[in-house]
């Protein structure tokens, strides 16, 4: 037999690489990764030799190559074709990272909204400051949520989830002259904010100070939550401008409708005396 310091038996060889040795019988059987030489008993030998090679197609599985690839890899071996599967594979591996960094943001951000929707009170409002926030917008739509409506939805679901993967749920907003009218449900469009680090977007949400307010059960309450806020503007003689955005904070928790929470945020200034 050759020098002993260099060769292992499967089961030495397997543990050294942090593999079972079935893998090495299966790869031996499928002509993938061979030992060096067998003894007269039919035991398989390594030599440290080989750890190299099998470091190789260790890291090719990890990158996801199938075992067919690798043996075709394999029968004709080379730099370039090296090079265009390590290209190739990284810019898989880049994708899946981008994956896993959206679904990591989806659930973010469902736990965000979560952990809000436990602490709101009905009717409840407040000042609060927020950044520049760029939004998708829909369609137009009317708000008696009609077949027209739904269509609409359906399409800027569709168009949201193209452009970012996986996507949290969208709101609607509504004219904040409309709610100072008590025209409480004549919505303009869906609505969604843009992906961190994205250009997509067709408006932006400026920074500045808003007023933030909950309604707690079904829709039919947030005529009572917009006429605690037009009251509220009144008596501390506020304006309200531009939109107000609704959303929905705890649809995939929710086991009652009675517990769903809408967050509202609009747009207010000191009225003109």
Request: include cysteine.
């Amino acid at each position: 037999m050759k020098n002993k310091k260099f060769i292992y038996t499967t089961g030495q060889f397997a543990k050294l690489n942090g593999i079972n040795k079935r893998t090495l019988h299966y790869y031996d059987e499928i002509g993938l990764f061979s030992p060096e030489f067998k003894g007269e008993n039919g035991y398989r030998y390594y030599t440290c030799f080989q750890m190299v090679q099998l470091e190789l197609i260790i890291a090719f599985r990890k990158m996801g190559l199938s075992i067919e690839e690798i043996l075709r890899y394999q029968q004709k071996p080379s730099d370039d074709s090296f090079s265009e599967l390590i290209v190739e594979k990284k810019q898989l591996i880049d994708k899946s990272i981008q994956e896993l960094l959206n679904t990591k943001s989806f659930l973010e951000q469902k736990s965000a909204k979560l952990s809000l929707s436990l602490t709101a009170e009905h009717g409840k409002i407040e000042a609060i400051t927020l950044p520049e926030q760029r939004i998708m917008l829909s369609n137009p739509i009317t708000g008696a949520y009609d077949d027209n409506d739904f269509a609409v939805a359906g399409d800027f679901s569709l168009r949201l989830k193209s452009a970012f993967g996986l996507y949290d749920n969208f709101g609607s907003r509504i004219l904040a002259k409309r709610i100072m009218d008590k025209d409480y449900y004549h919505y303009e469009c869906f609505f969604a904010y843009s992906m961190q680090n994205r250009e997509l977007y067709d408006e932006v949400i400026p920074a500045g100070t808003y007023l933030r307010t909950f309604c707690v059960g079904g829709w039919e309450k947030l005529g009572e939550v917009y006429r605690m806020v037009c009251d509220f503007a009144e008596k501390n003689n506020l304006e309200l401008i531009g939109y107000a955005y609704e959303e929905g904070l705890n649809e995939m928790s929710l086991q009652n409708r009675d517990n769903y929470v809408t967050m509202i945020t609009i747009g207010y200034r000191l009225a003109s005396n």
